[in-house]
């Protein structure tokens, strides 16, 4: 009998349910709002990095000036989901992480800072979430 647990372990785990993320639409462009899109269509954060706006997202607003970038944008997640969100992304871009740093003055402010690599290339990426809208900040 003692033989039969891990293989009854085994077979409960694999029957239970799997919980999928929510699949949230694309993001889309709020009125008025200028986007910069890549070749599929999708709006990019950041041209540079490569960085498209997360699923369900909507950009409120959008700046350039060289290499910097600033969009204000709300989404249906939370600082802490959004924040693996955007890790992932720009790993997957082939950027790392070498710094994180977070401020989080709970229930009115999160913020946090990344410093990225990739190659000899180095940005500073800036994620804060205020009053139920996140803005995201790039400066080389």
């Not at 999160?110 to 990426?125: C, E, I, P, T, Y």
């Amino acid at each position: 009998m003692r033989r039969l647990w891990p293989a009854l372990l085994l077979f409960l785990a694999a029957c239970a349910p799997r919980v999928q993320p929510p699949a949230y639409p694309p993001a889309q462009a709020g009125p008025g709002v200028l986007v910069v899109r890549n070749a599929e269509g999708a709006i990019l954060l950041n041209g540079e990095l490569g960085l498209a706006a997360p699923p369900g997202s909507t950009l409120l607003f959008q700046r350039y000036r060289g290499a910097r970038s600033q969009s204000r944008f709300t989404a249906p997640q939370a600082f802490d989901r959004m924040l693996l969100w955007l890790r992932q992304a720009l790993k997957e871009l082939g950027w790392r992480v070498v710094r994180l740093e977070l401020l989080e003055e709970p229930p009115r402010l999160f913020q946090a800072r990344l410093v990225l690599k990739k190659g000899d290339d180095r940005r500073s990426v800036r994620l804060v979430y205020r009053s139920g809208v996140y803005t995201l900040e790039v400066t080389p």
